[in-house]
């Protein structure tokens, strides 16, 4: 069965080929997913790399924790399992602007303002 990694302390400048040729060396890699910043597009210094069996990713985690890759010293570990439930943007403690609708004028009037 596949079993996902944490992959952290990535380059900005480290690219998904580049983790996948790593990961390879050690096992048979499923995937990999640098993560990046929706607005930039930059990477926020982590990703995923799911090894396709329990083997390679015990393999994996105990050969290249530490590992230098583009100048960085990389953090291996068995991924956490995804949260689940409230959150986000409009969820509890989520986005304000989530909130009412501020042009509607209510009682304070004004509603024939133009935003």
Known sequence: MAKNLYVGNLSYFTTEDALKEVFSEVGEVASVSVITDRETGRSRGFGFVEMANDD????????????????????????????????????????????????????????????
């Not at 960085?72 to 304000?96: C, H, L, N, T």
């Open 56 to 115: 390679d990713a015990q393999k994996a985690i105990d050969e290249l924790n530490g590992r230098e890759i583009d100048q960085r010293a990389i953090r291996v570990s068995e991924a956490r399992p995804r949260r689940s439930g409230p959150g986000g943007p409009g969820g509890p403690g989520g986005d304000r602007r989530s909130g009412g609708d501020r042009r509607s004028g209510g009682e304070r009037g004004g509603g024939s303002r133009r935003w």
